[in-house]
């Protein structure tokens, strides 16, 4: 597509429950990153795809939290028993060649 | 480890005034370094970057010197507009082999007609 699309734009679930956020990337691009952005806090690093190559998951926060990406293209993250501290923007962007990602607009999750 | 600070928002500005955010960084070897800017609504957009020292990265008017002595890389424009209400964030390449990004907080700037 021309740009990373995310999916729901908007989330709010009840504390204790699974979500899915989805990213679909720019078509080609090679990287993936999943980033957080909560309120004051900047942006957080969680998970970064390269290729076939194994999964940085250095930033993600917790085991309740895990990301997939099939086929090279679109990803998944999975958050278990979701926490109000959890509530944040979850940001995707996708690059082709590391440099200049294109971000997507971001899934807001509320947890409640 | 890597890490970005810069000034801390809101920055209030009328049109037309200059603007400098602040941005220093901590990192090990030479990292690029980059401006990102979220426009209201929107999602984050590159606005420059530099790759080594002394680069001057520039868009849209905006502009920044990557500074190796100073560990900075400021923002800054000349005569800015409403239009350029925003959060801008600075952030630097990481050297772990990967290419992700640690960011800075980010700085609010509402320009005011």
């Known amino acids: 597509g021309a740009g990373v699309s995310q999916s729901p734009s908007n989330k709010v679930t009840e504390k204790g429950k699974d979500v899915e956020l989805r990213c679909d990337p720019i078509s080609g691009h090679t990287a993936l990153y999943w980033y957080r952005q909560s309120l004051g806090q900047g942006l957080e690093f969680l998970i970064y795809f390269q290729g076939n190559s194994a999964p940085d998951k250095s930033g993600l926060p917790s085991d309740r939290f895990s990301a997939e990406r099939t086929g090279g293209s679109v990803s998944t993250l999975t958050i278990q028993r979701t926490q109000q501290e959890d509530s944040a923007v979850y940001l995707c962007?996708?690059?082709?060649?590391?440099?200049?990602?294109?971000f997507g607009s971001g899934t807001r999750l509320t947890v409640v | 480890g890597n890490s970005v600070t810069q000034m801390e928002g809101p920055v209030t500005l009328s049109e037309e005034a200059f603007l400098t955010i602040n941005c220093t960084y901590t990192?090990?070897?030479?990292?690029?370094l980059f401006w990102y800017v979220q426009y209201p609504g929107e999602g984050l957009q590159l606005l420059l970057k530099a790759t080594k020292a002394d680069d001057k990265g520039s868009n849209k008017g905006f502009e920044a010197t990557y500074r190796k002595e100073t560990t900075s890389f400021h923002l800054e424009k000349g005569s800015v507009q409403v239009s350029d209400s925003a959060v801008y964030f600075c952030a630097l390449s990481d050297q772990g082999g990967s290419e992700k990004l640690v960011f800075g907080k980010g700085t609010k700037l509402t320009v005011n007609p």
């Open positions: 962007a996708s690059s082709l060649e590391g440099f200049g990602y294109t």
């Open positions: 990192a090990t070897g030479y990292p690029s």
